[in-house]
């Protein structure tokens, strides 16, 4: 990954690679003096440059408790797809009493009971930075922290974000935010996120939930489901029982390179579709 994202060529080399730079950037997603003219700000149809992110746990991705961070360090710490350990372990101590929905009652043995993560819900991208483990269920210190760091210095107007719980999870997300670490603050406001819940889990939330969170009644969405990071897990949990019993270090690193093969094939995919319709 060091090789493709040109460290070599790099004054600084491996050790001055900024946070999130091996990620693969999603080449369609709103990005402010990349592909974003000058006038995108005052435009009356500001919603097409709105950033749409999907977050989710997979409790498949689970490990156990095989050597220890100090024997098997991640070569790529916090420069991919996983956020900085440092920081992300420091808040979650914080929390070390708190359950999350979907806690593994029978957790013995394993490090992490699976991970959280964020991908833009239309493309299918993996964030950078956007990927933490989980220790005791799906907690909100856990998906505040993953979120933050994925959205990090992003400046778009407006975040559309789509959770199966984000009727609870964004009820108090305002108020949990200034309690991140510094390097995970964000410029995020109430004004301007969008909450929704995927339009598959969302006929199983109660009545009130399906009017307010419903991507149907959200102008300027299209036809955006909200459920593209559920298929992004379906590929990478092929790799579960192979990253279980490897060593912190080693899971990590080959997750991110899983991580970035899934979203290659993607853009394989979408070059050959293009060049097929012309």
Not at 263 to 277: E, P, Q, R, T
């Amino acid at each position: 990954m060091c090789k493709e994202g040109g460290r070599g060529h790099d004054a600084t080399g491996i050790p001055g690679t900024p946070k999130g730079q091996l990620a693969t950037q999603c080449l369609a997603c709103p990005h402010p003096g990349v592909n974003l003219n000058n006038s995108w700000r005052t435009s009356r149809k500001s919603f097409l440059y709105r950033l749409f992110l999907a977050t989710d746990a997979n409790f498949r991705l689970r490990n156990a408790i095989v050597s220890t961070n100090e024997r098997d360090p991640p070569l790529l710490n916090g420069t991919a797809y996983f956020v900085d350990r440092a920081p992300y372990a420091s808040h979650i101590r914080n929390y070390v009493s708190q359950e999350g929905k979907s806690y593994l009652k029978k957790a013995k043995g394993l490090r992490t009971t699976g991970v959280t993560g964020v991908t833009c819900s239309r493309h299918g991208v993996w964030r950078s930075n956007g990927i933490g483990d989980l220790q005791r269920g799906e907690r909100y210190c856990n998906v505040d922290t993953t979120f933050a760091s994925a959205v990090g210095e992003d400046d778009t107007l407006k975040i559309v974000v789509s959770y199966d719980i984000a009727c609870q999870w964004g009820v108090n997300l305002m108020s949990r935010l200034p309690e991140l670490p510094e390097s995970f603050q964000t410029h995020l406001s109430e004004e301007s996120i969008i909450f929704c819940v995927p339009k598959f889990h969302l006929w199983a939330h109660q009545s009130q939930c399906h009017a307010l969170y419903s991507f149907n009644f959200k102008p300027g969405v299209g036809w955006t489901h909200g459920e593209t990071i559920e298929e992004n897990w379906s590929v990478s949990n092929h790799a579960a029982m192979q990253t279980k019993m490897m060593g912190p270090g080693a899971r990590e690193d080959t997750l991110n390179d899983i991580l970035t093969s899934i979203i290659s094939a993607l853009f394989d995919c979408s070059v050959g579709l293009y060049v097929h319709n012309e």
